[in-house]
Nanobody, 122 residues
Framework: QVQLVESGGRLVQAGGSLRLSCASSGGTFSRYLMGWFRQAPGKEREFVSQISWRGRNTLYADSVKDRFTISRDNGKNTVYLQMNSLKPEDTAVYYC???????????????WGQGTQVTVSS
């Protein structure tokens, strides 16, 4: 059973930066498509970014493009989300997701983490 544990969320001022981490266990991490989603209060969960199993392909939501960077370290079974130039509208619970596939398609979220809270103050 795959387990995903996010960390790194906290309160930050607008314009600041954060790096979220998602540690995976219980599966072959290097064979997973990994991604990040977020859910703001009163809103539906939305896609943020994803990265292919070898890290060669990435995809971003328009709202975070050029500000967020996804990366992965298969040796550490960890995926990261570097968030720069944060805005109050980035405030949300951020979730890590994984699909057991080496293909490239929009991530479904076969496995989910418990989420980490990011709050951006204005």
């Amino acid at each position: 059973q795959v387990q995903l544990v996010e960390s790194g969320g906290r309160l930050v001022q607008a314009g600041g930066s954060l790096r979220l981490s998602c540690a995976s266990s219980g599966g072959t991490f290097s064979r997973y498509l990994m991604g990040w989603f977020r859910q703001a209060p009163g809103k539906e969960r939305e896609f943020v970014s994803q990265i292919s199993w070898r890290g060669r392909n990435t995809l971003y939501a328009d709202s975070v493009k050029d500000r967020f960077t996804i990366s992965r370290d298969n040796g550490k079974n960890t995926v990261y989300l570097q968030m720069n130039s944060l805005k109050p509208e980035d405030t949300a619970v951020y979730y890590c997701a994984a699909d057991f596939t080496t293909g490239w398609s929009k991530i479904r979220g076969d496995y989910w983490g418990q989420g980490t809270q990011v709050t951006v103050s204005s």
